[in-house]
C-alpha cells in the first residue's frame, strides 16, 4: 500500500515562491515515478512535473517549466514541487501521484500512468 500525503499549500502572495512536499509512505519508494498534477476550479486536471525514481530524467508542462521545479529526497521519501514568481492563475489544488517506474528513467506526464494519488493541497494566490 503507497500513500502520499501533500503539505505546503495555503495562500500566497502573486510573486512569492512556494515549495509542496509530497511524502511518500512506502519502503519501494525509489521505484516509484513521482509526480505533480493540479486542478482549478471548472477546469480538468493537468500535469505539471514527472521525476523518474532515479532521479537522472524530470518532466515539465512547456508553460510552466520556467517557474517550476520538481525533485525528490530518496532518503526522505519525499517530493517536491517548487514554485517561484507565482502567479494568480496558479491557484489550485495540487495532487501528488505516483506511478510504478517501467524503468530507471521512466517520467511519463500521462494522467493515466499514474494510479496512485494524494488528497491535494489547496494553493490560493492573493494579487
Known amino acids: 500500500q503507497v500513500n502520499l500525503v501533500e503539505s505546503g499549500g495555503g495562500l500566497v502572495q502573486a510573486g512569492d515562491s512556494l515549495r509542496l512536499t509530497c511524502a511518500v509512505s512506502r519502503r519501494t519508494f525509489m521505484s516509484l515515478v513521482l509526480a505533480w498534477f493540479r486542478q482549478a476550479p471548472g477546469e480538468g486536471r493537468e500535469f505539471l512535473a514527472a521525476v523518474s525514481w532515479d532521479t537522472t530524467v524530470t518532466e515539465y508542462r512547456e508553460n510552466v517549466k520556467d517557474r517550476f521545479t520538481i525533485s525528490r529526497d530518496q532518503a526522505k521519501n519525499m517530493a517536491y514541487l517548487q514554485i517561484d514568481d507565482v502567479k494568480p492563475e496558479d491557484a489550485a489544488v495540487y495532487f501528488c501521484?505516483?506511478?510504478?517506474?517501467?524503468?530507471?528513467?521512466?517520467?511519463?506526464?500521462?494522467?493515466?500512468?499514474?494510479?496512485?494519488w494524494g488528497q491535494g493541497t489547496q494553493v490560493s494566490v492573493s494579487s
Open positions: 501521484a505516483a506511478a510504478q517506474a517501467q524503468g530507471p528513467t521512466s517520467a511519463p506526464t500521462d494522467e493515466n500512468a499514474y494510479i496512485i
